[in-house]
Every structure is written in structure tokens, then in C-alpha cells.
């Protein structure tokens, strides 16, 4: 099992940033790709940004140059700083971990952070 906590949401002004964080910890595997998914209201989830423990990274179009997504593999922590917010960034951001090889396949969530951008 792997267990992901998140915080750093809230509310802002268009224009305005936030950084998100989210911190794995339990049954984790050195190679992985940890991201960050958002979800609006009557929309799907969809992928904002990944890296990779290589730190090979991807973004969503809508948020590349605004977004920057980092993280710390001895602290197990990976962070999403989010610049110019737009209010389509709104909705509930999800951590996510993910890890496959020959013998187990992981993909575990955390439990979402709500980011509310006013205009």
C-alpha cells in the first residue's frame, strides 16, 4: 500500500499562484512517476502534469508555462507550483503514484485538494 497526503490548495485570484505538495510514504518503489491530476465539476479527470524519478517531465498543454511540477526523491514529496492561475484551473487536484514492473503494477491517489481561481 501506498499512502499519498496533500496540501496546499485553496482559494485565489486570477493571476494569482499556489504551490501544491503531496507526500508518499508505505510500500514505495524507487522508480516511479508521481503527478498531479485535476478534476472540474461535470468534467473528467484529467492529467495537469508527471515526473518521473529521473525527473523527466510532462505537461498538459493548458498549463505549460505557468505550471512547474518538481520533486524530492529521498523525501518521497512531489510538488506542483502553479503561476498565473486562470479560473479554468479550478477543481480538485489529485496526487498520483504510479509504479509497474514484471511482477506488481501500482496506482494509488491521494485524497484531492480543492484549488478555486476567482475572475
Known amino acids: 500500500q501506498v499512502q499519498l497526503v496533500e496540501s496546499g490548495g485553496g482559494l485565489v485570484q486570477a493571476g494569482e499562484s499556489l504551490r501544491l505538495s503531496c507526500t508518499a510514504s508505505g510500500s514505495i518503489f524507487a522508480i516511479n512517476t508521481m503527478g498531479w491530476y485535476r478534476q472540474a465539476p461535470g468534467k473528467q479527470r484529467e492529467l495537469v502534469a508527471t515526473?518521473?524519478?529521473?525527473?523527466?517531465?510532462n505537461y498538459a498543454d493548458s498549463v505549460k508555462g505557468r505550471f512547474t511540477i518538481s520533486r524530492d526523491n529521498a523525501k518521497n514529496t512531489v510538488n506542483l507550483q502553479m503561476n498565473s492561475l486562470r479560473p479554468e484551473d479550478t477543481g480538485l487536484y489529485y496526487c498520483?503514484?504510479?509504479?509497474?514492473?514484471?511482477?506488481?503494477?501500482?496506482?494509488?491517489w491521494g485524497q484531492g485538494t480543492q484549488v478555486t481561481v476567482s475572475s
Open positions: 515526473i518521473t524519478n529521473t525527473g523527466s517531465r
Open positions: 498520483n503514484y504510479k509504479h509497474s514492473d514484471f511482477q506488481i503494477s501500482q496506482d494509488y
